[in-house]
């Protein structure tokens, strides 16, 4: 099994930044990749960025995000970074830190970001 743990949400003004992690633990050696999700009252959780772990492959990002986001990951603390830059009220949302193995999908508990002068 493979648990995650997030952290770094809160409230920023547009134009804001903000820094989320997701450390991972347990079988870590079985994650093929990571991503960030997000989900905003009444709609659906949409993808933000994927990154992968013991795979090849590139980043990933929804188009929205483009350009202002940045996914990363240091392995020597198994953690997963959002780099948030010029932030907008439209991403005001619960993101949710997943990594998926051979055999099935993980979820962090949720970081609310809040983007609002």
């Known amino acids: 099994q493979v648990q995650l743990v997030e952290s770094g949400g809160g409230l920023v003004q547009p134009g804001g930044s903000l820094r989320l992690s997701c450390a991972a633990s347990?079988?870590?050696?079985?994650?093929?990749?990571m991503g960030w999700y997000r989900q905003a009252p009444g709609k659906q959780r949409e993808l933000v960025a994927t990154?992968?772990?013991?795979?090849?492959?590139?980043?990933n990002y929804a188009d929205s995000v483009k350009g202002r986001f940045t996914i990363s990951r240091d392995n020597a603390e198994n953690t997963v970074y959002l780099q948030m830059n010029s932030l907008k009220p439209e991403d005001t949302a619960v993101y949710y830190c997943?990594?998926?193995?051979?055999?099935?999908?993980?979820w962090g508990q949720g970081s609310q970001v809040t983007v609002s002068s």
């Open positions: 347990g079988e870590i050696f079985s994650i093929y990749y």
């Open positions: 997943n990594a998926v193995t051979f055999s099935t999908g993980y």
């Open positions: 990154i992968p772990i013991n795979s090849g492959g590139s980043t």
